[in-house]
């Protein structure tokens, strides 16, 4: 189903951080979102997963969005003391899916026995992924998949996710490694202090790291080196 972002926005006491957001997320594409440190990606995201409260409507077309909705966080977090295992099948039981053996699941070849708390960035951004594929969701909101991934399983990701797009998930991506949004995204945002500054289809992506060059980069650099 389709989910739609209608006059989104959030603020923090005097702070707004986002502004008037207005998205249309289809089924079976790939969206991104990108903009600098601070921008807003993040709290966008928690925003749609229900992990923020927020001004506007988030519209999703089936069953209750909180109920289909997979949230990777940039860095998630773990109950101290739970493997891997315990963590997978945490997750699955919140959903009621029954798995019998997870080391057939454990795509990333993950040390399931060993407490979460001894992974390193990138295996706890795998082992949550891991578990955000194993609910069966039908909306994949992915904060930074790439980000601290070794360079085999950034090119396991990209297949996961055409295989989401095959399946007809809705799919929403940030990262700021733009080559990646550009192999794998059919449209993308470039959100610029808490707007979106602009929006575009794939033969299109150029112009947003086009117009994010052209923000002040270039000054920046002459100023840093003398």
Same mark, same amino acid.
């Given at each position: =189903?389709?989910?739609?972002?209608?006059?989104?926005? %959030?603020?923090?006491?005097?702070?707004?951080?986002?502004?008037?957001?207005?998205?249309?997320?289809?089924?079976?594409?790939?969206? !991104?979102?990108?903009? @600098?440190?601070?921008?807003?990606?993040?709290?966008?995201?928690?925003?749609?997963?229900?992990? @923020?409260?927020?001004? !506007?409507?988030?519209?999703? %077309?089936?069953?209750?969005?909180?109920?289909?909705? *997979?949230?990777?966080?940039?860095?998630?977090?773990?109950?101290?003391?739970?493997?891997?295992?315990?963590?997978?099948?945490?997750?699955?039981?919140?959903?009621?899916?029954?798995? %019998?053996?997870?080391?057939?699941?454990?795509?990333?070849?993950?040390?399931?026995?060993?407490?979460?708390?001894?992974?390193?960035? !990138? =295996?706890?951004?795998?082992?949550? /992924?891991?578990?955000?594929?194993?609910?069966?969701?039908?909306?994949?909101?992915?904060?930074?998949?790439?980000? *601290?991934?070794?360079?085999?399983?950034?090119?396991?990701?990209?297949?996961?996710?055409?295989?989401? &797009?095959? /399946?007809?998930?809705?799919?929403?991506?940030?990262?700021?490694?733009?080559?990646?949004?550009?192999?794998?995204?059919?449209?993308?945002?470039?959100?610029?202090?808490?707007?979106?500054?602009?929006?575009?289809?794939?033969?299109?992506?150029?112009?947003? @790291?086009?117009?994010? &060059?052209?923000? *002040?980069?270039?000054?920046?650099?002459?100023?840093?080196?003398?």
């Amino acid at each position: =189903m389709s989910l739609i972002i209608k006059s989104l926005s %959030k603020s923090y006491i005097d702070n707004k951080v986002l502004n008037d957001i207005n998205l249309h997320f289809k089924q079976g594409e790939i969206s !991104g979102i990108v903009g @600098e440190n601070g921008a807003g990606k993040t709290t966008i995201f928690k925003c749609i997963a229900g992990l @923020e409260d927020y001004n !506007g409507s988030v519209i999703y %077309k089936g069953e209750i969005l909180k109920n289909t909705v *997979g949230f990777l966080a940039t860095n998630p977090d773990f109950i101290s003391k739970i493997t891997g295992k315990e963590y997978l099948q945490l997750l699955c039981n919140a959903r009621d899916i029954k798995i %019998k053996d997870f080391d057939e699941k454990n795509i990333f070849d993950l040390p399931l026995k060993q407490y979460c708390e001894t992974y390193s960035t !990138g =295996m706890k951004k795998k082992l949550a /992924l891991t578990g955000v594929l194993l609910q069966n969701n039908e909306v994949f909101i992915l904060d930074e998949p790439f980000n *601290g991934v070794d360079i085999h399983s950034n090119i396991i990701i990209k297949e996961i996710l055409e295989k989401l &797009k095959e /399946l007809n998930k809705t799919i929403i991506i940030s990262s700021h490694i733009f080559s990646a949004l550009n192999e794998t995204c059919d449209n993308l945002h470039y959100l610029k202090n808490g707007t979106i500054a602009k929006s575009v289809n794939k033969n299109e992506f150029y112009l947003i @790291e086009n117009e994010m &060059k052209n923000s *002040g980069i270039k000054s920046r650099i002459d100023n840093l080196i003398i």
